[in-house]
């Protein structure tokens, strides 16, 4: 591939990225509004959130690493994002693959959390604690699914992967192929977009927003940034291990989309759960689900 | 009769031993002996040929003794684990040898001793990394075992007791070897290395088990490996400062070093595989990885249930043990290769790590986690050793912790081991929890009022821990240079090579490349910080100017949370923490507590002397009649 | 000049009778005559040695020839052993000066006398005849301590050797009954068809039980502790190190010669290990050195009756090593006591009161470990070794029993060892920390030194140690040099 | 209002047109995106929740609730604010980040409304802090907190809402109020006058013999600035 033809790829790549995350930010809260029978905010909303947030006159920082955090925050997901392949578009998928992406997708959570570190605030600190103890939670059914995924494959290259699934239609594609690692990949994506009944890192009314108590201006903004990113990458991973991927830009966003319904749909019917009921129904249900699943597989 | 270079490099080490015994005790000692391993390493990378496929270098020195021979000599493996040496022992030597040893000294600790043990260290391990034969393997074994037991019994008090139960359970371990080695002895009838070969392959299954069992248990124990793995967080955490972090960079490896050798070189994972476990669907490799793998996940989550930072660290030693006998015992050329790379960034990170945190007890005074906080203010070179420390720890891009478990993953993956993969992965996910609770106690929060005017380290330590952290960021972007030794090693146990390219590794099933990787992930950065810092200035405020639902906060108040970081983790797990193998342990020793009385028993009943010898006289008609 | 042999054996024999009115006569020329006797002793016997350890011989005592006269068999084993005998009289000699002195000295010269009739015999009961020799002057110099517990201690000992010579006794006559011999050399010949039974078994046990009082055999060996913990540490030493050895001689001989039987090394074997178990156990808990020492010296001798089991040449390669190992250093060790019995909390901090002592005791304790360069590794490699080759489950379980026991032996040592270098509390005195006295510590650092020379010249020491097994493994060759070579030698 | 002294609004009309086109942006992004803040110190409280859900919908403004005051943009004080309260709020307002606003709801904002002699009862927020709206009423229906919202908005994009430069320009003002309530050793921990600085937001009335009081008595309040222990300051006694 040409040197030029790869730079102008990994520089849309994450821009794409952060456009169809806004709208799938925009679609997250006018569903949200839909279920609450309320008109829901404008099209625009959560660009006008963000540079409203950049725009701030006065900031506050706690030092350097509150900083770092919010830039190694969006730093992390817009270089995963060129691990992500889409129609047309590969990146550099192929000299990581769907390990080194998974693993890429915690270095935002690193940064965010050590940003919040610094601010001293124990709301912040009890955040991250739970953030952590969630990543705890649905990491070992998603790693479950995705060894599945990748098993099943053969490889762990994620162009494959695609490739692999889109070769027979619709018959090859992994959620027909291994229904019981989709649901259990579905619950585990639902539980790491952080949502509820899982948003028990945020818990607004406990430990006011946890990691997010001591974050203004640029800071938050930079924190809904990663939140258009990490909408995208969850939704955009999961049609790539079990949609098939996307052979059209209409069909990859439609898949996209709806995948993302989902969990957001459900996530406003319910309240939160305790941290170690979390903990307990992600490492009974899903994880069952996707053992039984590899069985299968294997 | 000339030298060769292995003989100058023990030659070397023997003198650093003498300098330390014999002039250890002037003042400028330990740049002496750091300097002394400096030229050690010279000497070792003379022999750097060894690292891309060199032929072995013997040493003249053979002894025949008792009818044996014994031989000593340096091939890529032996080249491998002492560059790690050396180089561990390099760096920890120099952080010790300037402010450290002052204070170490007015605290009342024995700097003498200290710089003679290291050298006893170094030095033993050469001998064992350059044995030539069993028997000259299980000198140099028992040699390492008590050296370092000089270094972990000499602070004294809480530490001498972790050191004895060390001596214990390393006693154990030794005479499980050396049982070993008589059974291999009467069957080979040699213990020359090639003589084994010929006889592993014509041994019966049970005899077959039997050395597995003794020789894994034997150098597992010195890994640290379940269930054996009690001694080791106590008596690595209690060892003064950069004691802590040569052992933890390399001493317990050696076991991973014997295992290699005698288990996958000599007797071969093919044959150790071909051992069934009667009525189970698993075999003696799949026995050994899975306790890998509980070596991982248990001492990982202890780990994050501790309160002190070189508890935290040293547990965490015993954790990443298992991923080196993971990869290992899969056996294929990544996973072997992960394995091997593994005790190479895991000495790297280890010791910056172990170095990181006794900077903040040089300066502060305490490794409790509860008693520090926001240190990065006024620390922040430690701070950022230990950043760099834990990501690689954590197996976090872009450290080089990450292309080794890359690499096991991958190879579970390959394999097709699920359950063993995702056991993997919560190890990994268990230490990035545990690893958090440590950066944030000690750096982040709220600074103590009593450390407001603390300093960075001094730059005698800042140096050698800045040298670790630059080399792990390398080796995690290039980790090419360290496979490329990595492969050696494979090659000379008679394992498969990866495929492997300056930046990471090729495959067919998905490929590996650390610069792109690295490339975008600092590109994404840049873009984060463009962003960023072009959205309008900040302003830096005090850490009293916080959120506290509408309360004034004051310097009095702690503000940190810090004990029971993960609350709501323990309030489902905590329980699980039965403490079994302490209570196995203790059991253990309560036993032979009874017997010891029941024994003494017998020798102090007043009237035992008729007694036993109607018992004796009873024992004669039996066999008599 | 082979004939020179009896000297060492006569001279402190006719000494310890003679020391009493020499004493009377000047003290000052007394107190030489003792030392003088040995250093002489130690001159022949290093004389012969160095001429002639090729060949074994022997040598008939009044003129008649064995098997009808009594003899002496002379082969590298027995010169080693009588050297090692005068050696340690020497170093272990009671030079303290007070009224019991005479006694003490005299006895000791006793004890030396017998012992080195005791190593040199070649008679059954001529060996019997010098074990009560033995036994009576250990009972003297015991007791000589004068305290009250020596003498209850002695009591015990006493008791249970008589019971022990009662039934050695027992076990002679029933040889003789069947024979009409005790020559060893005749009874070996004779042994295949007549001692190859029952009897035979019978008379072998009771004379293993009998000689293992002294052999520290289990169960027969309650008297070690009591008996070592108040004893003087330097007759401790002379026990521990080198009586139990020559018991131990007395049932090799008889093993290698005479009794081939199956059960008979079964048995032996057995309470081998079982001596292993409860004398490394009971040290484990041991409150005091000596105590520690004495449990530990069983567990040592059980180890020794483990590798007697086997009693080819490199079975008795392992025994020699193994005893000589523990000789060496079990002497080191009480003489180390000497300053550092009773309880062992007392000793907390005794390395910086003495600091050369903490590093002989380290030394010490390496060695009886194992600890690879030492001669104690060498000597426990070749223990395993042989236990590994053999084919029976039961030197398997001996094998790893010996392993454990080799745990629980470090445990212990170190324990104390740890305890040597901790720090003294603030409100104690270091002036009332025990530390060994002046002599003891030479002697001690002496042994010390025998040690590291062993584990420095260890090929030369190991050949010489199988030559001396392959000689003491030779039944022919014991039956050949007697019956036939009688007379002066060759 | 009387005392403060006037200061005339300075605007920022920059010469570059793609500047202004972006300022012009910037406050229109601003007014449709508002952080709420409500200080539930009264009865008005319990008019916000209709406001917000399915009745009167305010996410359709982009107006949604926040929890911690860094996040907020609007301090919405609903009802009376007691002696002991009024030092949170101004604390809370303090900890906001500027551009912000306050509304305060109920008549006892505006004057004390029911309370107007209690002793233990902030009669007048404007003597305390700028406050940039008040919905009057006891209390005011949804339809009045949304279309005063609607107001500010409309204020937020022309530019008309400066209240928060107020404060930083006239701190003296505000600061002698606050003194006069609460005691002469009154401080919060943010160092406005510092920030005032830092964000070229000095202005005439910012320093005065209020300041100057506080200055005496003021706890050290810079940041900790990262640093290396080699460059290390001796403590200021």
């Given at each position: 591939m040409a040197p030029l033809e790869l730079i102008i790829e990994l520089v849309l790549m994450p821009l794409v990225a952060f456009i169809v995350g806004l709208m799938m930010v925009l679609m997250m809260r006018r569903i949200a509004a839909k279920l609450q029978r309320r008109v829901g905010p404008p099209f625009f909303q959560p660009l006008y959130d963000i540079v409203k947030l950049h725009g701030k006159r006065t900031q506050v920082s706690h030092g350097m690493i509150h900083d770092i955090g919010i830039v190694m925050a969006m730093g992390g997901y817009i270089a995963a994002e060129t691990l992500l392949p889409v129609p047309g578009m590969n990146g550099i998928a192929e000299k990581g693959g769907i390990i080194t992406l998974l693993y890429l997708m915690m270095i935002p959570s690193l940064g965010l959390a050590l940003g919040v570190g610094q601010c001293a605030n124990p709301n912040g600190s009890i955040g991250i604690a739970r953030a952590l103890t969630a990543m705890l939670a649905y990491d070992i059914p998603l790693v479950i699914v995705v060894f599945g995924v990748a098993y099943a494959a053969g490889t762990t290259n994620l162009v494959e992967i695609i490739a692999t699934q889109q070769a027979g239609g619709f018959e090859t594609w992994g959620a027909v192929q291994m229904p019981l690692l989709a649901i259990a990949g579905l619950i585990a994506m639902h539980a790491s977009l952080g949502k509820q009944p899982f948003e028990i890192y945020i818990a607004p009314a406990e430990i006011a927003t946890g990691p997010m108590v001591e974050m203004g201006g640029k800071y938050l903004g930079g924190l809904f940034v990663m939140q258009s990113f990490q909408l995208y990458t969850t939704s955009v991973l999961y049609v790539s291990l079990f949609l098939g991927g996307g052979t059209t830009w209409f069909d990859f966003l439609l898949k996209s989309f709806l995948v993302l319904a989902i969990p957001v749909s459900i996530a406003y019917l319910f309240p939160r759960y305790r941290t170690e009921d979390l903990l307990r129904l992600m490492w009974k249900w899903p994880v069952m689900l996707g053992l039984i699943g590899i069985a299968f597989v294997m | 009769m000339t030298l060769t270079l292995l003989d100058e490099l023990l030659l070397f080490s023997g003198v650093t031993v003498l300098v330390a015994l014999?002039?250890?005790?002037?003042?400028p000692a330990g740049w002496m002996v750091t300097i002394l391993y400096g030229i050690q390493l010279l000497s070792l990378l003379k022999m750097a040929p060894l690292g891309y496929g060199g032929d072995p270098i013997p040493s003249t020195l053979i002894l025949e003794v008792m009818g044996q021979t014994l031989s000593w000599r340096f091939d890529a493996l032996s080249w491998y684990f002492a560059l790690i040496t050396l180089g561990s022992a390099l760096l920890s030597s120099w952080y010790a040898c300037g402010e450290w040893e002052q204070r170490f000294r007015q605290a009342g600790g024995n700097v003498w001793l200290f710089h003679l043990a290291m050298a006893l260290n170094v030095f033993s391990m050469l001998i064992l990394l350059a044995s030539g034969d069993l028997l000259s393997l299980f000198i140099g074994w028992e040699l390492v075992s008590w050296a370092g037991f000089l270094l972990m019994a000499m602070a004294g008090g809480v530490a001498t007791r972790a050191a004895m139960r060390y001596i214990t359970y390393a006693m154990v371990g030794a005479m499980a070897i050396f049982g070993g080695i008589a059974l291999v002895y009467v069957s080979a009838g040699s213990l020359q290395y090639d003589a084994i070969l010929t006889a592993v392959s014509q041994m019966g299954t049970p005899h077959l088990w039997m050395l597995v069992i003794l020789f894994s248990a034997g150098f597992g124990i010195k890994m640290g490996l379940m269930p054996f793995h009690l001694w080791q967080a106590p008596a690595y955490a209690e060892t003064p400062g950069p004691g802590s972090a040569f052992l933890g960079a390399i001493s317990s490896r050696m076991g991973l070093f014997a295992i290699l050798l005698v288990l996958v070189k000599l007797f071969g994972i093919v044959n150790i595989e071909s051992l069934k476990i009667p009525f189970t669907l698993i075999d003696a490799r799949d026995l050994l990885a899975w306790i890998a793998v509980f070596t991982i996940i248990f001492p990982t989550f202890t780990a994050m249930k501790q309160n002190d930072a070189r508890e935290l660290l040293a547990w965490h030693g015993i954790g990443q043990g298992g991923y080196m006998l993971l990869g290992l015992v899969v056996a294929d050329a990544m996973g072997a290769a992960g394995g091997l790379l593994h005790v190479f960034n895991h000495a790297t990170y280890q010791a910056a790590l172990f170095m990181a945190v006794t900077a903040v007890i040089h300066r502060t005074g305490t490794s409790d986690l509860n008693k520090l906080g926001g240190l990065v203010v006024r620390m922040p070179l430690s701070f950022m050793v230990l950043l760099v420390g834990i990501i690689g720890l954590a197996g976090l891009p872009p450290m080089n912790g990450f292309v080794s478990k890359w690499l096991v993953y991958r190879s579970l993956l390959n394999e097709g081991m699920p359950l063993l993969f995702v056991a993997a992965v919560i190890g990994t996910l268990g230490t990035i929890l545990s690893v958090y609770k440590l950066i944030h106690n000690i750096f982040l929060g709220q600074l103590r009022v009593e450390h407001e005017h603390i300093k960075e380290a001094p730059w005698s330590m800042m140096i050698p821990m800045l040298i670790l952290a630059a080399i792990i960021f390398i080796t995690g972007l290039l980790p090419g240079i360290p496979l490329a030794w990595v492969a050696s090693v494979q090659e000379a146990v008679g394992l498969s090579v990866p495929n492997y390219t300056l930046g990471g590794v090729e495959s067919a099933s998905g490929s590996l490349d650390m610069i792109w990787v690295i490339g975008v992930l600092f590109a994404g950065f840049g873009i984060g910080a463009l962003v960023f810092y072009s959205a309008g200035k900040s302003k830096r405020v005090h850490q009293l100017d916080n959120y506290a639902g509408g309360h004034f906060l004051t310097a009095d108040i702690r503000y940190q949370y810090s004990d029971n970081f993960y609350a709501g983790l323990m309030h489902l797990i905590g329980g699980w923490y039965r403490g079994s193998f302490l209570w196995l342990e203790k059991s253990v020793k309560s036993l032979v507590e009874f017997l010891s009385l029941g024994m003494q028993g017998i020798y102090r009943r007043a009237n035992a002397e008729f007694y036993l010898l109607s018992t004796a006289l009873f024992v004669i008609a039996w066999v008599v009649i | 000049m082979n004939s020179m042999v009896v000297l060492p054996l006569v001279l402190p024999l006719f000494g310890a009778f003679l020391l009493p009115i020499i004493m009377r006569a000047s003290v000052g020329v007394g107190l030489w005559v003792g030392p003088a006797i040995l250093l002489y002793g130690c001159w022949i016997l290093g004389n012969q040695w160095i001429s002639g350890t090729a060949m074994p011989f022997s040598l008939a005592i009044g003129?008649?020839?064995p098997p009808m006269g009594i003899n002496l068999y002379v082969d590298s084993l027995a010169l080693l052993f009588a050297l090692a005998v005068q050696l340690l009289g020497l170093i272990f000699w009671p030079f303290k000066l007070d009224p019991e002195t005479a006694r003490r000295q005299a006895l000791m010269l006793l004890l030396v006398a017998a012992s080195t009739g005791l190593a040199l015999s070649g008679d059954l009961f001529n060996l019997y005849v010098f074990y009560e020799l033995v036994a009576v002057a250990t009972f003297g110099l015991i007791s000589a301590s004068s305290t009250g517990s020596a003498y209850a201690a002695t009591i015990r000992y006493l008791i249970l050797s008589g019971i022990g010579s009662v039934l050695t006794l027992l076990g002679i006559a029933l040889i003789y009954s069947q024979t009409g011999t005790l020559n060893l050399a005749h009874l070996a010949q004779l042994a295949p068809e007549q001692l190859n039974n029952k009897l035979g078994l019978t008379a072998f046990l009771s004379i293993l039980i009998g000689v293992g009082v002294k052999a520290e055999l289990f169960p027969v060996n309650t008297w070690v502790p009591e008996v070592y913990a108040t004893a003087a540490s330097r007759v401790s030493a002379f026990l521990a190190g080198l009586v139990s050895k020559l018991a131990l001689l007395i049932i090799l001989r008889l093993l290698v010669l005479i009794f081939h039987q199956q059960e008979a090394i079964q048995v032996m074997l057995f309470l081998g290990i079982l001596g292993v178990v409860s004398g490394e156990l009971a040290a484990w808990r041991a409150k005091d050195m000596r105590r520690m020492l004495a449990f530990s010296s069983i567990g040592q001798l059980g180890m020794i009756f483990i590798a007697l089991s086997i009693p080819d040449q490199a079975g008795l390669l392992a025994v020699l090593a193994l005893s000589f190992h523990h000789l060496l250093v079990k002497s080191g060790l009480f003489m180390l006591a000497d300053g550092w019995g009773g309880a062992i909390e007392n000793l907390r901090g005794a390395a910086k009161r003495s600091p050369l002592a903490a590093i002989v005791f380290i030394l010490f304790s390496l060695s009886l470990i194992g600890m690879p360069p030492l001669p104690g590794f060498w000597a426990k490699f070749t223990l395993i070794t042989e236990l590994a080759a053999q084919t029976s489950p039961l030197y398997l379980i001996g094998l790893a029993v010996f392993l454990l026991a080799t745990v629980i032996e470090a445990a212990y040592l170190f324990r104390l060892a740890a305890l040597l270098y901790r720090p003294v509390s603030e409100e104690k005195p270091i002036d009332t920390i025990p530390k060994p006295a002046g002599v003891s510590l030479v002697s001690a650092s002496l042994f010390g030194v025998g040690l590291l020379a062993a584990a420095l010249f260890i090929t030369p020491v190991g050949e010489l140690l199988n030559h001396v097994a392959g000689q003491a493994a030779n039944a022919e060759l014991y039956i050949d040099t007697v019956l036939a070579g009688t007379g002066g030698g060759r | 209002m009387s005392s403060i002294k006037q200061i005339p609004v300075i605007e920022e009309k920059r010469t570059n047109p793609l500047a202004r086109v972006f300022d012009e942006l910037v406050r229109f992004c601003r007014s449709r995106s508002l952080f709420l803040l409500h200080y539930c110190t009264g009865c008005g409280a319990i008019e916000l929740p209709p406001a917000m859900t399915s009745r009167f919908d305010m996410e359709r403004l982009g107006i949604q609730p926040m929890v911690s005051p860094r996040q907020a943009d609007i301090l919405l004080i609903t009802g009376y604010v007691s002696i002991k309260t009024l030092k949170r709020v101004i604390l809370t307002y303090e900890q906001m980040g500027s551009p912000k606003y306050v509304i305060g709801i109920c008549s006892c904002t505006v004057n004390?409304?029911?309370?107007?002699?209690?002793?233990?009862?902030?009669?007048?927020l404007d003597e305390y802090m700028p406050v940039d709206l008040y919905i009057a009423g006891c209390m005011p229906r949804p339809e009045a907190v949304i279309e005063g919202l609607q107001q500010l908005m409309q204020r937020i994009k022309t530019g008309e809402a400066k209240g928060w430069e107020d404060y930083y320009r006239n701190y003296d003002y505000y600061l002698g109020n606050q003194q006069k309530l609460f005691g002469n050793d009154w401080q919060t921990p943010t160092d406005v006058i510092t920030e005032a600085k830092h964000y070229d937001l000095l202005g005439e009335g910012t320093l005065g013999e209020h300041t100057a009081l506080l200055e005496q008595h003021q706890q050290p309040l810079e940041a900790l600035e990262m640093r290396l222990g080699h460059q290390v300051k001796e403590p200021a006694e």
């Open positions: - | 014999f002039l250890g005790r002037r003042l | 003129g008649f020839a | 004390g409304g029911m309370y107007w002699q209690s002793y233990a009862t902030a009669k007048k």
